[in-house]
């Protein structure tokens, strides 16, 4: 027969049971509700600090900079604006740049080459959902040229992500640049 108890602690105003029963174990079973709401609201809070730096970012036009920030943040969307804004000033009137003319030579090229490993496995995960939309896929063509051209092919054959996609990249390998 399990027997439950009702306690309170009356100097850290804290709620909770205690649970025994035949098995010789006692449960102490505590409210953590606060705990977890107030956990909540932090994260909520450094997201919006984070949110606003990558804003004022890309305000101020440290898009390097922002780039990363939203890569480590895992924001797809506000990468691709960030790099759809490099590759506007770095063209010129309605002339756009083709992926094999994306090199490290630009400034796409410069910022993407500037990314650590991890980020690039990022981005490039991005860029393989970018081109699997037809308003997208012109900058996830670009920017999977950009990576291709900057890291070397052992390395791209040893991340699981690009093994994985190749089968999905080689519909666009006229573009891309490999066959």
Not at 60 to 72: M, Q
Request: proline share 1%; charged share 20%.
């Amino acid at each position: 027969m399990d027997c439950f108890t009702l306690i309170t602690d009356v100097k850290d105003r804290e709620l909770g049971f205690v649970a025994a029963g035949q098995s010789s174990m006692i449960a102490l079973y505590k409210d953590i509700s606060d705990i977890h709401s107030q956990t909540i609201k932090e994260a909520q809070e450094v997201s919006i600090q984070q949110q606003q730096e990558l804003d004022n970012l890309v305000r101020v036009g440290e898009y390097s900079r922002a780039l990363k920030l939203a890569i480590k943040l895992n924001k797809s969307l506000n990468a691709m604006n960030i790099l759809m804004k490099i590759q506007k000033t770095q063209t010129t009137s309605a002339e756009k740049l083709s992926a094999i003319e994306m090199s490290t030579g630009t400034v796409l090229g410069r910022a993407v080459a500037s990314l650590e490993t991890e980020d690039l496995k990022k981005l490039f995960m991005f860029a393989v959902k970018w081109i699997s939309n037809t308003v997208t896929v012109l900058i996830g063509q670009q920017v999977i040229g950009v990576i291709m051209s900057s890291v070397p092919n052992s390395e791209l054959l040893s991340w699981s992500e690009f093994a994985r996609h190749l089968t999905i990249l080689q519909g666009h390998s006229s573009t891309l640049g490999f066959y």
